[in-house]
């Protein structure tokens, strides 16, 4: 009957902030360079009770016939608004079964807000300028892009197993999406993960002359 009362007790002095752990997450490429807009996506293995986020309007940006971000993570339930500030129109649109939409912007317009409830990839175009791509990823579970310097950190996360996981629009077809189990520890102990990507060339910049200033 000792042995369980210590155990109980060792468990719940883990269960603050003092025995959280941190996990370091950096993605390559295959030459060895950092590697921006991959969405790091971490799942434990034993489902961790956790209030629903409040949900938030986040906002796309079209300026000089790109999306801004090009990479964006969102929480089912969240609001989306896409905002024109180009000097040109914009036909936004996606078809994806996560969310489809569609959106004329005249220069100076933004859209009503979109609710993504759907756990899924959206991938967003324009009608009008070919070239112009985004993708947001909606997802309930905890998730980072990575900047240009190609590295997330993970705080408070809870003692255990996790399986990290990283996509990338740019990913070769055909691979399976990179993803590792990693176990994370308890107190100053940080732990790293790092994946290398076989990415194809960006699709963006490759301008349809024949709609610029549309």
Not at 79 to 85: A, D, E, L, P
Not at 152 to 166: A, I, K, M, Q, R
Request: aromatic share 8%; hydrophobic share 40%.
């Amino acid at each position: 009957m000792r042995w369980r009362i210590m155990l109980a007790w060792l468990l719940a002095g883990c269960a603050g902030p003092s025995c959280a752990g941190q996990l370091v997450v950096r993605v390559n490429d295959a030459g060895g360079r950092a590697v921006g807009d991959a969405v790091v996506t971490l799942a434990p293995a034993m489902a961790q009770a956790a209030a629903a986020p409040t949900p938030v309007t986040r906002y796309v940006d079209q300026r000089d016939e790109t999306f801004i971000p090009y990479v964006q993570v969102v929480r089912p339930g969240d609001r989306v608004v896409f905002r024109n500030s180009d000097g040109t129109r914009h036909h936004v649109y996606s078809f994806s079964e996560a969310g489809a939409f569609e959106f004329l912007l005249r220069p100076g317009e933004s859209s009503p807000p979109v609710t993504l409830r759907k756990p899924g990839l959206v991938a967003v175009g324009c009608n009008i300028h070919d070239h112009m791509i985004a993708y947001l990823l909606v997802t309930p579970g905890q998730a980072q892009v990575t900047p240009a310097q190609g590295r997330v950190v993970f705080d408070d996360l809870p003692p255990g197993n996790y399986t990290v996981s990283v996509w990338h629009p740019q990913l070769r077809p055909g691979l399976a999406q990179p993803s590792e189990v990693t176990t994370v520890g308890a107190g100053a102990d940080v732990q790293h993960a790092g994946f290398t990507l076989s990415l194809i060339p960006d699709p963006r910049g490759f301008a349809d002359r024949e709609h610029l200033d549309y």
